[in-house]
């Protein structure tokens, strides 16, 4: 059987709007710092990804740069990333969708993007042996640099609605 660890990553804390369109906001220091954060946490919970989905804002890519050098990969190691403006407006089901066209080979993917679609994607996918404080977790929301941890048996083609378990939630 085929086990896939599926991360979401809620963007880290981004600048206030201002006068820069909503996609341009960049990371606030605090954000940066929540990124780096991010990825030694990963690393030592063993979810250093194979593939990464990401939305095009400018928050999410510096989420995901920061989170990268933090996970101390190089070469070879580094992994795919897709850079995409679906992720920038999409909804639970063009997400799943996303994941499901994923190639089974990548044990590990990381989506990198916004609430409340990451929490919503989570709480979706979380099936019946999923952690009941996760899923309530998910149910309101999660906050800046949160990640949502969900097995998935299987191919992620198979991916739908209650076929993961959401294993946790956790913060920087």
């Known amino acids: 059987m085929n086990r896939h660890r599926l991360v979401l990553l809620r963007h880290a804390k981004a600048e206030h709007a201002g006068a820069v369109v909503d996609h341009d906001r960049p990371l606030a220091l605090v954000g940066r710092r929540q990124s780096s954060t991010v990825g030694a946490n990963l690393v030592h919970a063993d979810l250093v990804p194979e593939h990464v989905l990401c939305s095009s804002s400018l928050r999410t890519r510096q989420t995901w740069d920061l989170v990268r050098t933090a996970l101390g990969v190089a070469g070879a190691t580094q992994p795919a990333v897709t850079v995409t403006d ?48 996760a899923v309530a977790r998910v149910r309101i929301g999660v906050p800046t640099a949160a990640w949502c941890v969900l097995e998935v048996d299987g191919a992620w083609a198979d991916l739908a609605a209650g076929t993961a378990r959401l294993t946790g939630v956790e913060t920087p």
């Open 86 to 133: 679906e992720l920038y407006d999409a909804g639970t089901g063009e997400v799943i969708e996303l994941v499901r066209a994923v190639p089974d080979d990548v044990r590990t993917l990381l989506v990198v993007g916004h609430e409340p679609t990451v929490s919503h994607v989570a709480a979706t996918l979380a099936g019946p042996a999923s952690d009941e404080a």
